[in-house]
Every structure is written in C-alpha cells, then in structure tokens.
C-alpha cells in the first residue's frame, strides 16, 4: 500500500531564509506526486504535482520539488520565505492506476518569524 | 476557473442525528472523492465514487456513510447517524477523464462538521 512520510511536524524559519520540506513516499510503481497547502481553517491548494518528465518541478508562489527516485522522496524548496507561507504543507502520493485515490502525509506546520 | 463547490461550509449537529453534506465538483469531471480531516491529523481517503457506483472505499467509510449523485450536478455524502468522532472536516474533490490518464484531483474548501 503506497504511505507518505512527512518527518517534520513543525518547522520555523525566519523571513527570508531558505526553506525545505522533506517528503519521502512508499508505491509499488512510478507515482504522482503532490504538494498541497492548508492555511488555519482553509482548504486544500495544489502547489505542484509531478507526473513524469523533468525530475524538478515548479509550482505557484515559488515553490519548486524535485523528484529523487532512488531515496523515494519529492522534496519542497523554497529559496526564500515570506510571512505569508506560514501555513501547513501536505506532501501526497496517487496510485497511478486504480481509481486514484490520494495518500497525504500528516504535514509539516511552517512558521515564519520576522 | 471552474472550482469544486461544498455546503455548507460549517455544520453542528446532535450526535444521532444525520447529515448530509453536498459537494458540486466541477461540471465535466467523472471521478468524485471525499476526504475528511479530523482536527490536527492528516487528510484521510473515505471512498470514490465512478459512474455511479462506489469504486473503492476506506475502512472508515462504514455501514453509516452513504454517497450519491442525486442529479447531474451534485455529490453528497451523508452519514446516517453521527458520532462525537465524526466532527471533522470533510473535503469532497472531483477529477476529469479516465482513471489512466495522469490529472490531479481538484479539491473543494471543505465542510466543517461539528457534533455535539
């Protein structure tokens, strides 16, 4: 069964600085990959996904990932934070056959400082 | 751009008592999903929903959980009797075209369902 790993819970950065959100998946065959974003009391926006191709992604707000097949992980970088990123981020994984149901994992909570 | 609709957008209820939660996914898409989020975990898959039928669903969707497409428009989900452990909030996300082509799901902003 495919599974997403989020090892960070919580993450704090100042404003500014470089972020990086680490994802590793477990799937069977080549996934789809995503990054979504929740802000408190919102829903879901799609940051970037990776289907196939280019193993670097870009995504909206200036977000970018890269898809590391050989350590299973899909990574999110941003080169330098706003205040307004505080949010939580969801890394997910579709079974690419199937119905497509979507694995999330259990998000990393980002805090900006000034 | 065309967007996945939910109402309502907050919902309290009496435990026992059943709810229905209505979602419009987007007009040409063929594939609808609900999720729901318990406060502070993870997003959790309930059950697809393909040519109306159910195509594949979770071991937390029970004998209490029910989807239909009533008309050519709306998808609801509706849980027969709640439970305190239902309060949650449920996305409902729909998705275009064949099952082997590569597209994302598009979500909904959620219903947030509270029971007392």
């Known amino acids: 069964a495919q599974s997403v790993t989020q090892p960070d819970i919580h993450i704090t950065v100042s404003e500014g600085a470089s972020l990086e959100l680490r994802c590793n998946y477990s799937y069977g065959a080549t996934p789809y990959l995503f990054w979504y974003v929740q802000s408190p009391g919102q829903g879901l926006q799609l940051l970037l996904k990776?289907?196939?191709?280019?193993?670097l992604v870009q995504g909206i707000k200036g977000f970018e990932a890269e898809f590391k097949r050989s350590q299973s992980s899909f990574n999110l970088r941003k080169p330098s934070v706003h205040w307004s990123d505080a949010a939580e981020y969801f890394c997910?994984?579709?079974?690419?056959?199937?119905?497509?149901?979507?694995?999330f994992g259990i998000g990393t909570k980002l805090q900006v400082i000034p | 751009e065309p967007e996945v609709t939910q109402t309502p957008s907050h919902q309290v209820t009496q435990m026992g008592q059943e709810v229905i939660l209505r979602c419009v996914p987007i007009?040409?898409?063929?594939?609808f999903y609900w999720y729901r989020q318990i406060l502070g975990q993870k997003v959790e898959f309930l059950v697809s929903f393909y040519n109306n039928e159910i195509s594949e669903k979770s071991e937390i969707f029970d004998d209490q959980f029910s989807v239909e497409r009533p008309d050519g428009s709306n998808f609801t989900l509706k849980i027969r009797s709640t439970k305190l452990e239902d309060s949650a909030m449920y996305f409902c996300?729909?998705?275009?075209?064949?099952?082997?082509?590569?597209?994302?799901?598009?979500f909904g902003p959620g219903t947030r369902l509270t029971v007392l």
């Open positions: 007009s040409n898409h063929l594939y």
């Open positions: 997910a994984v579709v079974n690419s056959g199937g119905y497509q149901k979507v694995t």
């Open positions: 990776y289907f196939s191709g280019d193993t």
């Open positions: 996300a729909s998705r275009l075209l064949s099952r082997r082509q590569n597209n994302e799901q598009f």
